[in-house]
């Protein structure tokens, strides 16, 4: 694949991503501000590609379920998933350490970022990624400073600080705030989801 033919699909994934988003917060204010202000951190064309070395992780062999599960997800998603096949082998695929309390060994999570400071393109303003978790697994409880608002391309289970455990559904979003405790479970099927962070608070 050529240069310009990888940027048109990445156009094309943050072309759907933002007009899904766009469709899914119309009546939640909060949600809306954020997904406003991770587009504005989003560069109109993408050209700054980095030497990212292509990784894979075991757990990216639920790939392929996840895509047929979404075979009718509607045109946004249908699109999202399209243009995240082509531009899914140029990625580093990468696995976080595993906390204590965990029952989740590092071979069934993995996650790549398609735009941030190490991701295939570069912002420093943004990162937005991809996960992929296997069934039956857990991603512990954390938190982070920046605020991140995911979009469910899965079933599967999300929890915010001492709340109970919801499904927000596919094409659910899922909004924490800055240093909420979070986590998230998979069941029966792989757990697969697209997150974005603000890294800047000129958004």
Same mark, same amino acid.
């Given at each position: ?54 990784? %894979?992780? =075991?757990?990216?062999? @639920?790939?392929? +379920? ?7 997800? &509607? ?62 697994? %857990?991603? =512990?409880?954390?938190? @982070?400073?920046? +605020? ?7 079933? &599967? ?47």
């Amino acid at each position: 694949m050529t240069q310009a033919e990888l940027a048109n699909s990445v156009g094309g994934f943050f072309k759907f991503l933002d007009k899904e988003f766009d469709r899914r917060s119309r009546e939640k204010a909060d949600v809306k501000s954020m997904y406003q202000r991770v587009f504005r951190g989003v560069p109109d064309t993408f050209s700054a590609f980095q030497n990212v070395k292509p990784i %894979r992780q =075991p757990v990216c062999s @639920h790939l392929e +379920e996840c895509y047929r599960s979404l075979d009718k997800a &509607g045109e946004n998603i249908e699109g999202l998933v399209a243009s995240f096949r082509t531009i899914e082998p140029y990625l580093n695929w990468y696995t976080h350490f595993v906390h204590s309390d965990s029952p989740t060994p590092t071979d069934e999570y993995a996650e790549a970022i398609i735009l941030g400071p190490t991701g295939l393109v570069w912002s420093d303003k943004v990162e937005v990624g991809i996960s992929v978790m296997a069934p039956r697994a %857990r991603y =512990p409880d954390h938190r @982070h400073p920046p +605020e991140e608002l995911y979009i469910a391309l899965s079933k &599967g289970d999300w929890r915010q600080e001492d709340m109970p455990w919801f499904e927000p559904g596919i094409g659910g979003l899922v909004y924490n705030t800055g240093n909420m405790r979070h986590s998230m479970r998979s069941g029966p099927v792989p757990l697969f989801s697209v997150w974005c962070m603000t890294l800047s608070a000129e958004l």
